[in-house]
């Protein structure tokens, strides 16, 4: 069992200002709450009286030395990382962050990426003026998603580089799908590249034994995790960690704050104050109590063969219509779902729910799959689009391509221009292509041929145009 005392440093110093404080001379406006709109009042309550800024003993993100910088540190003993730093921007500016660090640590200006990736990846090559080499992860028909990526791919592409300055991976994927962080590590410092995990909806692994382990701990050099997104923290509040000699922690936190608010919402600080804690005491017993009742229902159902997150149900159904009734259904019973398009649906649970709610999901769950309409869709296709992000030629690095002016034009005339918005079949909404490379008449075809099926792709407007380099 973990240590049940609760260090909170940044709730401890918030709750000692609050008592002390009787008249508000200060930003932000509301004034501890005065005059803010009722009804927005009614909601916030006492919280309005922590939304303060860089008071005496409430310590400054931008140079932290008291009570914000001992709440990073304990974060970063649960996971054993050497340096942990707070967001109050999401997980996006930690991932720019991460890659921007990586090239100025290493001198050298490209990153592999690893399967499919978060738009924030690609923000972070603009931010650090790098360029990207893809190499995707298989596309799995029978669970409508993508496997894990190859350890083996990897190698091979690294041993015909030579300015590698980062590996960049996301484990786990919304649907849940882990990587095999470990010897995508191993791989990596072989070569001696850092390892950069994008692992924002993985804040929870490692907290049990039924857990995926989570990448601090299989050797990763930067991590980066959401705890709003699967632990009892507030939206928009982040944090990244940092270890090894390969990336120095001061130059992981410079390009941070670099992408922050000079004034940080302390509601945010507070929130990440309150998940760690929560990781070090009741964390560990709420998760496998929650696992526990989560597997009495999914008994009856075969895994899917690989490592997955057990905090989510992705149901594959291919087709929008399916998803659609799936999603009906479960709201007719006041369930309200992560999502669900023409791939499937995904449910993400939360800890210490009572069993009742993971009852009602399931009985719908069960009542869909009685009645569910056998569909057949090409994601062949969609696997074809998708190999082509990693065959493609880049004509221009992707802080060329914001330099640049665009125009659209109609995708049947768009073969040998190049791409200035990304590219995305939806399902499965992961770029096919990326802003600054050549289109090939390939491309033009199976989008083509895609939209012909029904298909849906984000950066083609109504008109069928694409967006190009003028």
């Not at 929130?271 to 005491?281: C, E, P």
Request: charged residues 15%; glycine residues 8%.
């Amino acid at each position: 069992m973990r240590d049940r005392k609760v260090s909170t440093p940044i709730i401890d110093q918030l709750i000692a200002h609050a008592m002390r404080e009787k008249v508000s001379l200060h930003v932000p406006g509301h004034h501890q709450g005065r005059t803010l709109f009722g009804p927005l009042a009614q909601w916030l309550g006492q919280a309005t009286k922590w939304d303060v800024t860089e008071l005496p003993d409430l310590d400054n993100l931008h140079h932290a030395t008291g009570c914000i910088r001992a709440s990073q540190a304990l974060a970063a003993a649960h996971y054993g990382a050497d340096h942990c730093f707070y967001s109050v921007n999401g997980a996006t500016a930690c991932v720019m962050a991460a890659i921007a660090a990586s090239v100025q640590a290493t001198g050298r200006n490209q990153v592999v990426i690893l399967g499919p990736c978060h738009m924030s990846a690609w923000r972070g090559l603009v931010y650090a003026d790098a360029g990207a080499v893809f190499v995707p992860s298989p596309w799995r028909q029978e669970i409508m998603t993508f496997g894990p990526p190859n350890p083996v791919q990897l190698a091979n592409q690294l041993a015909q580089m030579r300015d590698v300055a980062a590996v960049f991976v996301t484990s786990p994927t919304y649907q849940g799908v882990v990587a095999p962080v470990a010897e995508i590590a191993r791989v990596a410092h072989e070569y001696g590249v850092p390892l950069i995990v994008d692992e924002a909806h993985g804040a929870h692994f490692g907290l049990i034994d039924a857990f995926p382990r989570h990448s601090v701990e299989q050797g990763a050099d930067i991590v980066i995790q959401s705890p709003h997104k699967t632990l009892p923290c507030l939206t928009q509040a982040a944090w990244v960690h940092v270890s090894g000699p390969l990336v120095e922690a001061r130059l992981v936190e410079e390009r941070l704050l670099f992408l922050e608010t000079t004034s940080p919402s302390y509601l945010l600080l507070a929130s990440l104050d309150g998940a760690q804690a929560w990781l070090h005491t009741e964390g560990a017993e709420a998760a496998q109590r929650t696992f526990e009742c989560l597997q009495q229902y999914r008994s009856a159902h075969a895994p899917i063969g690989m490592a997955t997150d057990p905090m989510r149900e992705w149901i594959p159904t291919g087709a929008a219509n399916e998803s659609q009734r799936l999603e009906t259904m479960l709201q007719e019973r006041g369930i309200f779902i992560e999502f669900a398009d023409a791939s499937g649906v995904l449910a993400m649970f939360g800890f210490s729910q009572p069993a009742y709610e993971y009852g009602k999901f399931f009985e719908v769950l069960e009542a869909w799959r009685k009645t569910r309409v056998p569909v057949t869709a090409d994601f062949a296709l969609v696997a074809e689009l998708y190999q082509l992000a990693g065959r493609t030629r880049a004509v221009l690095s992707p802080s060329e391509v914001t330099r640049h002016r665009r125009v659209a034009v109609p995708i049947g005339q768009a073969a040998g221009r190049i791409l200035a918005t990304p590219v995305a079949p939806y399902p499965p909404g992961v770029p096919a292509l990326w802003p600054g490379q050549e289109i090939g008449q390939a491309l033009v075809d199976s989008l083509i041929a895609w939209l012909q099926l029904g298909g849906t792709v984000v950066g083609i407007d109504e008109q069928c145009q694409l967006e190009v380099i003028e």
